[in-house]
């Protein structure tokens, strides 16, 4: 009777040890990234066209300094709420004799480019930046250009190229 008693508490025991719960240690990893809500910038539209014109007529811009007619288009940023700010910097190559200019790289001669702001004539000059600009929603940048003489231009095309780079300060 002692030893099946002793066999008993023997197998009992052994059976919780068969039975012994057993645990594991997971770590959660929980990653993610948030990134600034962009502006879209121009409707989409990687390119902003300002056209001069096809009959700009050298006599009247003989004189130094003197300009066509002003061309104007609207840059405008549609922004979510958590955009409230921007910043955008003008850039191009500038004219060789003038660099509040920008240089004409078309088939005209002496004449360069003019960039400014239609509300305050703000020359829009390469490097020039225009920072902490409160959106609110939408946000128009009105520009104007114009192609400006250096003295007795001669007959040709007109192009320069500028870029408007916005960032989210």
Same mark, same amino acid.
């Not at 770590?27 to 809500?37: F, H, L, P, R, Y």
């Not at 390469?126 to 609110?136: F, H, K, Q, S």
């Given at each position: 009777m002692?030893?099946?008693?002793?066999?008993?508490?023997?197998?009992?025991?052994?059976?919780?040890?068969?039975?012994t719960?057993?645990?594991?240690?997971?770590?959660?990893?929980?990653?993610?990234?948030?990134?600034?809500?962009?502006?879209?910038?121009?409707? *989409?539209?990687?390119?902003?066209?300002i056209?001069?014109?096809?009959?700009?007529?050298? *006599?009247?811009?003989?004189?130094?300094?003197?300009?066509?007619?002003?061309?104007t288009?609207?840059?405008?940023?549609?922004?979510?709420?958590?955009?409230?700010?921007?910043?955008v910097?003008?850039?191009?190559?500038?004219?060789?004799?003038?660099?509040?200019?920008?240089?004409?790289? *078309?088939?005209?001669?002496?004449?360069?480019?003019?960039?400014?702001?239609?509300l305050?004539?703000?020359? $829009?000059k390469?490097?020039?930046?225009?920072?902490?600009?409160?959106?609110?929603g939408? $946000?128009?940048?009105?520009l104007?250009?114009?192609?400006?003489?250096?003295?007795n231009?001669?007959? *040709?095309?007109?192009?320069?190229?500028?870029?408007?780079?916005?960032? $989210?300060?």
């Open positions: 002692k030893i099946k008693q002793g066999l008993l508490a023997t197998l009992v025991t052994a059976s919780c040890g068969l039975f719960p057993l645990s594991h240690a997971v770590n959660i990893d929980i990653t993610g990234k948030v990134i600034a809500s962009p502006c879209e910038v121009n409707g *989409g539209n990687e390119t902003l066209s056209d001069l014109g096809d009959s700009i007529r050298a *006599g009247d811009i003989f004189e130094p300094g003197s300009g066509s007619e002003w061309k288009a609207d840059l405008e940023l549609v922004c979510p709420p958590s955009a409230r700010f921007f910043n910097t003008f850039t191009g190559t500038s004219d060789d004799d003038d660099p509040a200019y920008y240089k004409n790289t *078309g088939t005209a001669q002496r004449v360069m480019v003019e960039l400014t702001n239609t305050s004539e703000t020359a $829009y390469n490097g020039t930046t225009l920072e902490n600009l409160e959106v609110g939408v $946000y128009i940048i009105n104007r250009a114009r192609a400006v003489s250096k003295w231009p001669l007959p *040709g095309t007109i192009s320069a190229q500028v870029q408007a780079t916005i960032t $989210y300060p």
